[in-house]
Structure formats: structure tokens, C-alpha cells
């Protein structure tokens, strides 16, 4: 009965460790959300008569026009404007993925940023390199003892 009781007491030993490892790497949960909720990006046209602020999820939350855009015909502004607004929210989203690779992108295998790259790069039409503002990518994940009960062997996400 001993020996049954010391590998019961051993199993629920490693649940608890289990447990406490889960909760260490959620514990960054509410500091994304902050950080994310806080996030914002400005980006000005190259003329200086335009300039956008983009937060979270790219959202624009400003508009300024320069007195000098009003010496821009309508089709001309409009363009600018939307070139602006692009450039805004793509170096929002890209903060905002830089974030969550900041906070998950070691514990789950993600790479957000290089996602959010690819997806900017074809949509714009651009390489990679070309895509406005670069972030950095997350360092690469500690090397962990393999284990029939550690389920972070690879992504849980869909690609």
C-alpha cells in the first residue's frame, strides 16, 4: 500500500507543478491586454499634410489635415489619406502582434509578427523588407526535457 501511496502522492505532486507552470504563463494575460488597449500608432504622410493614429486592432482614433491639404484637389488628398490611414493601421497591427509573440510566442510556438509580415507584404503588394516598419521577432523557445505529460511540443493553433 506504501508503494501505491507514494506514486499517487508523486502523480498528484506533478499535477500541481503542471498546474503551476499553466498559470505562470497566462499570468501575462491582463499586461497584453493593457498594453494592447494602450497601443497606438502614428504615421504621417511624406508631404506632411496628413497624418493618422491607429490603436488596437486598427482602429483609427485620429485625423489630422495640414492647412496645406486643403491646397490638394479632392482626388488627390483622398489618396493620400488612404495611403496614410494604410501605413497607420499596418504599424498598429504589427505592434499588436508584436505584443502577443512578446507575451505567447515562446510558450505556444507562434510568431505572430512574421505572420502579420507575410499577410502586409502580399496585401500591399511589397516584400517582406518593403512592409511598413518592421518589429522584432521573438527569441527563440528554451529547450525543454520531453515528456509524455508536456503538451507544448508544437503550436495549438491552427496555421
Known amino acids: 500500500m506504501s508503494a501505491h501511496m507514494d506514486e499517487l502522492i508523486a502523480q498528484f505532486s506533478k499535477f500541481q507543478s503542471k498546474i503551476r507552470e499553466a498559470e505562470a504563463r497566462f499570468e501575462g494575460v491582463g499586461d497584453m491586454q493593457q498594453q494592447i488597449a494602450e ?3 502614428s504615421a504621417t504622410s511624406p508631404d506632411g499634410t496628413v497624418t493618422v493614429v491607429a490603436g488596437a486592432g486598427g482602429s ?8 496645406s491639404a486643403m491646397r490638394l484637389d479632392h482626388s488627390q488628398l ?11 493601421v499596418a504599424g498598429a497591427v504589427q505592434q499588436q502582434a508584436g505584443i502577443v509573440d512578446e ?3 515562446d510558450t505556444f510556438g507562434l510568431n505572430t509578427s512574421e505572420r502579420v509580415r507575410e499577410a502586409q507584404a502580399e496585401a500591399f503588394g511589397t516584400a517582406e523588407q518593403d512592409a511598413p516598419e518592421q518589429t522584432p521577432q521573438p527569441s527563440s523557445r528554451p529547450s525543454r526535457s520531453r515528456d509524455d505529460d508536456f503538451f507544448d511540443d508544437g ?3 491552427r496555421r
Request: proline residues 7%; aromatic residues 4%.
Open 39 to 41: 497601443l497606438r500608432h
Open 60 to 67: 483609427v482614433t485620429d485625423l489630422t489635415l495640414s492647412p
Open 78 to 88: 483622398a489618396s493620400v489619406i488612404l495611403s496614410t490611414l494604410r501605413q497607420a
Open 103 to 105: 507575451t505567447f510566442g
Open 155 to 157: 503550436p495549438i493553433l
